[in-house]
DNA sequence: TAAATTAAACAGAACAGTCTAATTATTTAC
DNA sequence: GTAAATAATTAGACTGTTCTGTTTAATTTA
């Protein structure tokens, strides 16, 4: 039996705040409300609202790391239809969550990453993580001679990434998933050996 | 002989601020401060904070804008050319700010579009101007068949901009223009005829 | 019993925004 | 053209709230 609270529970509460909400517009208080917790609870768990911050991203950026490692070993498509499927539902996932265009790490990095280190670099950390799981699958549709090979698959992946966030962070005023749609077409175009 | 302060000069103050460091992160006395004025003048200028702001984001957008158009109209290049030269320099601007990764209107968007509908439809307008001369610019480099024909120039120019925001927001965490590189260098590979 | 956790009152700073008074510019009256 | 009246701007002390973080005591688990 353990204690009352546990700090997984917390960190999930704040990874959904922060997502929604952003870094700085949150308070503590806004986080001890919904997780139902007090002071005291909070901070013998975490030093400071930024410690927390960073150890919200750590968890889900580990956690999103391997989600996204089991779907591609998991996923029995070739490699360019792997990615297609990912970033196909990637997209369907933002329309469901109604636009709200949120990716906790990036909108992290964009507001804070500037001023905080330490947020800037535990992003970074999963940021290449991420990249990769990508670029391994890449590599792979390039063996296939899927896709071009007029890159490295480090460089396909961080075009396939930052593409993506750029589409997904100009939902956050359209609202609208019709340029998530353009980008994927044009994209897997361009990319196709 | 105007009074002593204008709304001008703290509006310009305060892009360099948000820019730089976000909205909520920054407070009206740091405004004051970098401005130099009293709190009784700013709030004879503006209504609130959240006013402020959208003020700061209009005036930026428009004069963007304007220099967008200017640019486009003046450069003697071929379209294609025009628009690598364009974000050419972009990308020289952003190495030559540290890599602070910053458009005030794109963090700004990010960071509150979700919440102040206010402030993300503003941002849109400011954006929408942007891709239309972006996409007259495509426009003509399809007629001159230097730019593919598969896609429509505002879908061209909405990939053009949300793939430049997406590496430079990229740049907050990495800090090296070598991203920014690739996607240059992929992005006109690309989208050429 | 000892250590960890829970609980909430408390502290000091920072927050957006208000208020009244003094100053400056502009308009009106003659 | 000048004086008086009006309007706009400047100035900063002040208000009430919210912020992060502390403290001390009670409770729970080992």
Redesign the pocket.
Known sequence: ??????KEDILNVGFDVFRRNGYHN?????ILKEAG?????F???F????DFAQQVIKQYGESNGCWMKDYFDDCSLSPIECLKSFYAMMIDLNEKDDYSGCCLVNNMSVEVGRQNNAIASEANTHFVGWLNILASVVAKGQDLKEITNEFTPLQLAEYLHAGFYGVLSRTKVTRNRVYMDIWFDMTFKFIKA
Chains 1, 2 share one sequence.
């Open positions: 039996m353990g204690y009352k609270y546990n949150v308070g503590i208080n806004q917790i007090p002071k005291g609870s901070y013998n768990f030093e400071t609202k930024e």
